[in-house]
């Protein structure tokens, strides 16, 4: 039998699937061949089947290779480690959240060769014990995939010091096979990923990029008041589920405010929001064919939900990469979803400072850090609202004492969950050159999407495919405002 009709009947016996999506085919034919990889595929179009397959071969032949998922999402990981466990995979992960004994059972685990698929995060490559671990290990790592792999790049969307270490860990695993995967990044940013994972042969593949199924659709509106309006009528005209994205919780929160007084029915997902609120939110969702959800951007990520028919944002978004994967949250079934980006010049300005909120200058970080270091007790009785104080600034909307702290976190230097320092301040993960460069090619992405939602001819699918260097399509999408025009 061939190897193609193999990997055909192991797809059915083992996933209890009839056929492949997109490009999940070509890439795992691709893996057999020993050939890197780089995959383009938006959330929920089945990026993760392409290394859970790998796993699961090896497991059924009994090699001793190890899948090693690089994942910057805890939450996200603990889901997918679930998720693989369910298909039959021999399935580890390592994270913060785990208590100390639960840590140890893995690295334990990972050493005796008792997983095919294991997940971690980046920063776990600083602990020895993890290294010794694979090094040492029974299983070799036979695929390294980095999920979410834009944060390897500095142009990318969310960059993470630790992702731009990959390359040199790869080499250190002995250079195994690499797949990267992530559902958007622009040729910019296509290209650096490649570069840094040394990538060989350069393949790239697109998935799923193509949704010819979603209409979207910019509002030139202006105040509140007719944000509201327009979204009430937009929530009578558009039957089944529903996510508004919000950029700011203050508005989200003003919002659900007035529609409570409409006697409109929705959820709420933001931060501000108690984790068992926020779980149970997001269960009544899934399992909703009617419901709207208020949401900040953090919702929707690893949510399996195909029937959604229509994603608004209230706000707008800083960068076309998050609102084309936002609003590709919609009609994962197939069936016609809607976009409506709600475009108010002042919102303009909102981003902005979303964009400076999110990226908090070094010193900042620095200052946030040696606020805890020199006051462990006030900051644990008081919490963020002592670092507010001592920073001297008062505006409720600016969360930037959140974000340093979530910097701090991630670069293992301090525990969230016990409020307090765990190591030096790494002053290699906050250079000003790297913020500098980083703020402005932020401004410059702000910059595109307010082109985009400007434009006044031409076919708005057509405009997010040229960004991302995809190939157009011949006469538009047919659907779109512009194209309707």
């Known amino acids: 039998m061939s190897l193609k009709n193999q990997i055909q009947d192991f797809l059915q016996k083992y996933f209890n699937i009839s056929f492949f999506r997109n490009s999940q085919e070509e890439v ?100 020895d014990e993890f290294l010794n671990s694979i090094l040492n290990g029974k299983m070799k790592v036979g695929l390294f995939v980095i999920d979410e792999a834009h944060c390897i790049s500095l142009w990318g969307n969310d960059f993470r010091p630790d992702y731009s270490l990959l390359g040199s860990k790869r080499n250190l695993l002995g250079k195994p096979l690499c797949l990267a995967l992530t559902a958007t990044a622009t040729p910019h940013v296509q290209k650096d990923i490649v570069t840094q994972l040394n990538l060989i042969p350069e393949k790239i593949f697109y998935g799923g990029i193509q949704r010819p199924e979603l209409s979207l659709n910019v509002h030139d509106i202006y105040s509140l008041e007719n944000k509201l309006k327009l979204l009430v009528a937009l929530r009578h005209q558009i039957k089944g589920p529903i996510i508004v994205y919000f950029s700011l919780i203050q508005t989200l929160e003003k919002i659900a405010s007035q529609l409570e007084k409409l006697n409109i029915q929705f959820l709420k997902y933001h931060g501000q929001l108690a984790k068992d609120q926020r779980r149970s939110s997001q269960k009544k969702f899934q399992s909703s064919n009617e419901l709207m959800m208020l949401a900040t951007p953090a919702f929707g990520l690893g949510v399996d939900k195909a029937d959604v028919r229509g994603v608004i944002h209230f706000e707008l978004p800083s960068s076309l990469e998050s609102y084309y994967q936002e609003v590709g949250r919609g009609g994962r079934d197939g069936l016609s979803s809607e976009g409506h980006l709600f475009f108010d010049v002042d919102d303009i300005s909102i981003a902005m400072d979303f964009i400076k909120w999110s990226c908090p200058e070094p010193s900042f970080v620095r200052s946030v850090y040696q606020l805890i270091k020199k006051n462990p007790l006030q900051f644990s009785q008081e919490g963020n609202d002592f670092l507010r104080k001592q920073m001297n600034y008062y505006n409720s909307r600016d969360f930037r004492v959140e974000t340093s702290l979530n910097q701090l976190e991630r670069a293992g230097v301090y525990d969230a969950e016990l409020k307090t320092l765990t190591a030096e301040f790494p002053e290699a993960e906050f250079q000003d050159q790297w913020h500098k460069e980083l703020m402005k090619h932020q401004h410059e992405k702000l910059l595109s999407i307010v082109q985009w939602a400007q434009k006044e001819e031409g076919c708005r699918l057509n405009e997010i495919y040229n960004y991302f260097g995809h190939p157009p399509l011949e006469k538009g999408c047919g659907k779109c405002d512009l194209c309707l025009v």
């Open 28 to 127: 795992i034919e691709h893996l057999f061949e020993g050939k890197d990889a780089l995959l383009l595929m938006p959330t929920g179009m089945g990026k993760s089947l392409c290394f859970q397959f790998m796993a699961r071969w090896w497991q059924e032949k009994s090699e001793t290779k190890l899948v090693l998922v690089i994942s910057p999402l805890i939450a996200l990981m603990e889901d997918q480690v679930q998720r693989s466990k369910k298909m039959g995979i021999k399935t580890g992960y390592l994270s913060s959240s785990q208590s100390q004994q639960e840590r140890e059972n893995n690295y334990k685990g990972l050493a005796e060769g008792e997983y095919y698929l294991f997940y971690c995060t980046p920063e776990r490559f600083r602990k």
